[in-house]
């Protein structure tokens, strides 16, 4: 636990977030007595001063001027001052800098768009934000990919469509998603089914002057449902949108365990392309360990059928930082990947939500250092290049291992659309089933309006109703 001490509560998230990355795990509390340690803030009208103490005294202090006329620039400097103070007493150099938001890219697009070339984008993240080299290379390549792609973009015709299907054939320990497992819920598909298609008859009355862009049927694992239930699945959304219209439509395939011949099949009939078949680790140990369930061997064979169903564009998500995984398991886990072939590649490092199995037991779990973590992320971006790949979207998490990011490598011309529209939010997103948040833009006003469906099956199923509900104070 680190006490935190302010007299002025306006930056406490940016001076929390900074705390959060240069002691990760630990709580912060506020008014605490230090255990071990105390951060305290003091602002004074023109300048900020932090110490890091611990009973026996001050370990490190740093002082400087601050403009709190702009907010924004007061914050960064706070942040640098801050930074400048932890790092000389924890001797850490975070790669990421003071930038703790989770779309970093954003920055680097705002930044080229105003014309800014690369020494001027170098300099300015250097100095504003204390960014790595590495970091710098990676944000700026992919902000100027998501850029390349998004060129033509017409936001105000087209929207999206994520499509949740809330099961999986077990619980991973880290899971933070909305998932419930097949076998207790395996009796009320059907009925979810059903309440999912009046969500979608709703749907399919709106947006009438906007054209579907692209489909994600994520959860969950969609292919938990029969090879039946997905063909029933995929010919009530072709009844209702044209899927040759569609620039996209990804199905997440996550679990081997999930995936059989017939399924693919289903999906290819409808001239889906994409699914994405997700390893998270090819060590059978971790995979035991989290609580996967299935076997290296199976994402052999689930990737290898994948190919001979035809399926010309499979990504593979894999996680950096997944208990007691070093630098060497990433590096056999790419190796693997590499002769496998996907054609893009998503590059996570563990995030752990409060809720989830692994928080809760984490002396059950050896947690992987930052600089472990970091090595992974350095190898994986190798790997994609040896692939022919370049990342081409970013984004960071709360509790996400070692302060890193995820980021998503294609090779060209097989980036997923869907991942760059949902980080961007300026696209309206619609989205259907339990657990689906939908992000409404509003033309013209920089602004989203969010629609929230309930989480659990039961309610999404009971309440199907209040879901329509809920949408049509937006969408009428
Ligand atoms: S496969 Fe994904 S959604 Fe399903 S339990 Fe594991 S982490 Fe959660």
Same mark, same amino acid.
């Given at each position: 636990?680190?006490?935190?001490?302010?007299?002025?509560?306006?930056?406490?998230?940016?001076?929390?977030?900074?705390?959060?990355?240069?002691?990760?795990?630990?709580?912060?509390?506020?008014?605490?007595?230090?255990?071990?340690?105390?951060?305290?803030?003091?602002?004074?009208?023109?300048?900020?001063?932090?110490?890091?103490?611990?009973?026996?005294?001050?370990?490190?202090?740093?002082?400087?001027?601050?403009?709190?006329?702009?907010?924004? &620039?007061?914050?960064?400097?706070?942040? $640098?001052?801050?930074?400048?103070?932890?790092? $000389?007493?924890?001797?850490?150099?975070?790669?990421?800098?003071?930038?703790?938001?989770?779309?970093?890219?954003?920055?680097?697009?705002?930044?080229?768009?105003?014309?800014?070339?690369?020494?001027?984008?170098?300099?300015?993240?250097?100095?504003?934000?204390?960014?790595?080299?590495? %970091?710098?290379?990676?944000?700026?390549?992919?902000?100027?990919?998501?850029?390349?792609?998004?060129?033509?973009?017409?936001?105000?015709?087209?929207?999206?469509?994520?499509?949740?299907?809330?099961?999986?054939?077990?619980?991973?320990?880290?899971?933070?998603?909305?998932?419930?497992?097949?076998?207790?819920?395996?009796?009320?598909?059907?009925?979810?089914?059903?309440?999912?298609?009046?969500?979608?008859?709703?749907?399919?009355?709106?947006?009438?002057?906007?054209?579907?862009?692209?489909?994600?049927?994520?959860?969950?694992?969609?292919?938990?449902?029969?090879?039946?239930?997905?063909?029933?699945?995929?010919?009530?959304?072709?009844?209702?949108?044209?899927?040759?219209?569609?620039?996209?439509?990804?199905?997440?395939?996550?679990?081997?365990?999930?995936?059989?011949?017939?399924?693919?099949?289903?999906?290819?009939?409808?001239?889906?392309?994409?699914?994405?078949?997700?390893?998270?680790?090819?060590?059978?140990?971790?995979?035991?360990?989290?609580?996967?369930?299935?076997?290296?061997?199976?994402?052999?064979?689930?990737?290898?059928?994948?190919?001979?169903?035809?399926?010309?564009?499979?990504?593979?998500?894999?996680?950096?930082?997944?208990?007691?995984?070093?630098?060497?398991?990433?590096?056999?886990?790419?190796?693997?990947?590499?002769? &496998?072939?996907?054609?893009?590649?998503?590059?996570?490092?563990?995030?752990?939500?409060?809720?989830?199995?692994?928080?809760?037991?984490?002396?059950?779990?050896?947690?992987?250092?930052?600089?472990?973590?970091?090595?992974?992320?350095?190898?994986?971006?190798?790997?994609?290049?040896?692939?022919?790949?370049?990342?081409?979207?970013?984004?960071?998490? %709360?509790?996400?291992?070692?302060?890193?990011?995820?980021?998503?490598?294609?090779?060209?011309?097989?980036?997923?659309?869907?991942?760059?529209?949902?980080? /961007?939010?300026?696209?309206?997103?619609?989205?259907?089933?339990?657990?689906?948040?939908?992000?409404?833009?509003?033309?013209?006003?920089?602004?989203? /309006? $969010?629609?929230?469906?309930?989480?659990?099956? %039961?309610?999404?199923?009971?309440?199907?109703?209040?879901?329509?509900?809920?949408? %049509?104070?937006?969408?009428?």
């Amino acid at each position: 636990m680190i006490g935190l001490i302010l007299n002025s509560s306006s930056y406490e998230n940016e001076i929390r977030a900074l705390m959060m990355a240069f002691f990760p795990g630990e709580k912060i509390v506020l008014d605490a007595a230090p255990d071990p340690y105390l951060v305290r803030v003091i602002f004074s009208p023109d300048a900020v001063k932090v110490t890091l103490e611990d009973t026996a005294g001050v370990l490190s202090e740093n002082e400087g001027p601050c403009d709190f006329s702009d907010y924004k &620039l007061a914050k960064n400097t706070l942040k $640098r001052i801050a930074y400048d103070c932890f790092s $000389r007493y924890t001797k850490k150099v975070l790669p990421w800098g003071t930038l703790t938001g989770i779309r970093p890219t954003k920055i680097a697009l705002t930044l080229l768009n105003e014309g800014c070339d690369d020494k001027a984008l170098y300099d300015y993240f250097k100095e504003e934000y204390y960014l790595s080299d590495e %970091k710098f290379r990676l944000c700026t390549q992919v902000a100027k990919n998501e850029r390349a792609i998004l060129k033509d973009m017409d936001y105000d015709h087209t929207y999206s469509l994520y499509v949740g299907i809330p099961f999986c054939p077990t619980i991973c320990a880290y899971c933070s998603f909305s998932s419930f497992p097949l076998k207790a819920w395996k009796n009320r598909v059907n009925d979810y089914l059903d309440a999912l298609f009046k969500e979608l008859d709703y749907m399919s009355g709106i947006s009438t002057d906007k054209q579907l862009l692209t489909l994600y049927m994520g959860g969950g694992t969609p292919t938990s449902l029969t090879a039946g239930q997905m063909d029933r699945l995929l010919g009530k959304l072709s009844s209702i949108y044209d899927f040759d219209k569609i620039r996209e439509i990804t199905i997440e395939a996550g679990r081997p365990d999930s995936i059989t011949m017939d399924k693919l099949k289903v999906i290819k009939s409808y001239g889906i392309d994409r699914i994405s078949i997700n390893p998270q680790t090819m060590k059978q140990e971790t995979l035991d360990l989290i609580g996967r369930k299935h076997t290296v061997e199976q994402i052999r064979e689930a990737f290898a059928m994948a190919r001979m169903a035809g399926f010309g564009n499979i990504n593979m998500d894999l996680i950096a930082g997944l208990p007691g995984e070093s630098a060497v398991d990433m590096e056999n886990t790419l190796a693997q990947i590499e002769s &496998l072939g996907p054609d893009s590649m998503t590059v996570h490092s563990l995030a752990v939500k409060r809720a989830a199995y692994l928080n809760q037991n984490r002396d059950k779990f050896a947690i992987t250092p930052q600089e472990e973590v970091n090595r992974m992320i350095g190898l994986s971006f190798e790997s994609a290049v040896r692939m022919g790949m370049a990342p081409y979207y970013l984004y960071r998490q %709360k509790n996400i291992a070692g302060n890193l990011e995820n980021v998503g490598y294609a090779k060209p011309g097989r980036e997923g659309l869907y991942n760059i529209l949902i980080m /961007e939010e300026k696209q309206t997103i619609a989205a259907v089933g339990a657990g689906g948040s939908t992000k409404i833009v509003i033309p013209g006003e920089n602004r989203i /309006e $969010r629609v929230e469906n309930v989480k659990s099956v %039961k309610d999404y199923i009971e309440r199907i109703d209040e879901m329509i509900a809920r949408k %049509k104070r937006f969408f009428d």
